[in-house]
């Protein structure tokens, strides 16, 4: 487990953060943990990418990573999974955000990319209130549309 740069101030001990930050990357996602990663994947983001804004709220422990998980068994889905974390890797984090243009920050959120571009969003708003199912239907009804 990569820990986070010695200069990075955290707000969570990462030992309670591994786990979701593993609920991810088990599904292929591959962290970016600092802002220089976030650059290197979106300089040349050719294909769909989906970027996941994870967080240690309880609606993305009990509805966003579940419903992110079922959407991964769809056989249409983004060819490059990335996720950073709310509260914990900052610098990524908010140079991530960055490249949501137009959109406010939320967290725990997805992003679906084209060729480096936005072009789907999920926010908190839209995962709160929902289940996984619901949340795993609307993100395969954008991998339908954007990433084939």
């Not at 990075?8 to 930050?21: H, S, V």
């Not at 591959?30 to 976030?38: D, G, I, L």
């Not at 619901?134 to 084939?148: D, G, K, N, P, Y």
Request: hydrophobic letters at 40%; one cysteine or more; a neutral charge.
């Amino acid at each position: 487990m990569r820990q986070p740069a010695p200069t990075q101030q955290t707000l969570y001990d990462e030992r309670f953060i591994a786990p979701m930050r593993k609920e991810l990357t088990d599904l292929g996602f591959q962290e970016m943990r600092t802002a220089e990663e976030v650059d290197a994947q979106f300089k040349d983001a050719p294909g769909t990418m989906m970027v996941v804004v994870n967080s240690m709220c309880g609606c993305a422990a009990g509805r966003a990573r579940p419903g992110i998980a079922l959407a991964m068994r769809h056989p249409v889905r983004p060819g490059i999974l990335r996720t950073v974390f709310a509260g914990q890797d900052r610098e990524a984090t908010e140079r991530a955000r960055s490249y949501f243009v137009g959109q406010p920050s939320s967290s725990p959120s997805v992003g679906l990319f084209k060729d480096g571009k936005l072009v789907w969003m999920m926010h908190r708003y839209q995962i709160e209130g929902r289940d996984a199912p619901e949340i795993s239907q609307e993100l395969v009804a954008a991998f339908e549309t954007h990433c084939r």
